[in-house]
């Protein structure tokens, strides 16, 4: 299959503001890409925008590439395909960023755990509940295993046009551990709760390997190519705050300050769904140069975290659903309490599968102005 040029007449016609954006260059030298300016502490009239699962299901392209994979697994460790998803939205709605295709459960493929997808279950995973289940994992061929989506990243650095920044991203430790231990996805999160709260010593040797396939996966997508990363913690808010600090804060800044000695320069953003009230603490603890905010966090709490780092977000998931006037009120509310720090324009959350494409189309061209 052959993947479409970005840089294409047609593109650059459709998407001429951008275009014009992407060709010019601040006078104070600064990052031409103004997502990475807005990660690192820049305050821009128009704020850069990207979504979370803007590759999925909502876009009827994506449908009909999905199919050409016999699984979803293989459809992520597929370099031409996750390209292709990866720049659909790109294509379509011309965000600032894109983000790699793949999923959070590749961390666990790499170090070996079993690893499945059923349609209308999710993932399904041989789990893993104890020190002796630990001995399955085969972290010595973690890279041979994730080397796919490497290529992805190679092959995307040189598809997009140059005011797109790449992100790479992978799951926090806590969260991949929930999906590790509870064998899919939970509601209850009992049997990981209960491994944490009474054995910490034996369930922080899974947090260990977590963190140490976490990184050595980001810095992998960073040499290929990747120049902003994100840490996708989606569980964290189930968590109370003595074990949230253990489990959320601690193996983030442990990520986090190894990413930053191996690539200095490049940002980290950090997703701590629901953490609450305790979102200026994940900030200060983990060392994230932004952090992106659920739907909830009231525009108050969110203009004083901008004091600590860029802020992401955080416009509800299925008020794009709506779309309207009722969304056109929702991103102004958001641009005008956020606007004058920085800021990145995102979701609260991912895009669900019933967003009508048009929707997006919307959301574009209210934040080009």
Known sequence: MRIPDLHSAHFITRFSPIYILMEGRPENGANPKPLLRALAGETLDRP?????????RYLPE???????????????????????????????????????FADILIVPHGLGA?????????????PVRSAEDLKSLTPQRFGERVAPVFETVRRLKRALPPSVTLIGFAGAPWTVATYMV???????????????????DSFGRLIDALVAATIEYLSGQVEAGAEALQIFDSWAGVLPEPEFRLWVIEPTRRIVGELKK???????????????????DYVSGTGVDAVSLDTVVPMDAARELQSQAAV??????????????AMAEAVERIRAA????????????????????????QLAELLRT
């Not at 079993?114 to 041989?126: D, K």
């Not at 509870?182 to 910490?200: C, D, H, L, N, Q």
């Not at 191996?262 to 200026?280: D, E, N, S, T, W």
């Open 338 to 361: 956020l606007g004058e720090g920085p800021f990145v324009f995102n979701l609260g959350h991912g895009i669900v599968p019933e967003t009508p494409p048009d929707h997006v189309d």
């Open 48 to 56: 850069p925008w990207w979504l979370m699962r803007q590759a999925g």
């Open 114 to 126: 079993r690893v499945a997808f059923r349609e209308g279950e999710g993932p399904v995973l041989r």
């Open 312 to 325: 992401q977000g955080n416009l509800d998931p299925l008020m794009l659903v709506a779309g309207g006037t």
């Open 182 to 200: 509870e064998g899919g996805s939970s509601r209850e999160f009992a049997r990981i709760k209960s491994w944490a709260y009474t054995m910490p």
């Open 262 to 280: 191996r690539h200095p320069g490049v940002p980290v953003i950090g997703f701590p769904r629901g953490a609450g009230l305790l979102y200026p």
């Open 62 to 100: 994506y449908r009909d590439l999905r199919r050409q994979a016999p699984s979803f697994l293989e459809f992520c460790l597929d370099p031409e395909l996750a390209t292709e998803a990866t720049l659909q939205p790109i294509r379509r709605f011309g965000m600032d960023g894109a983000i790699l």
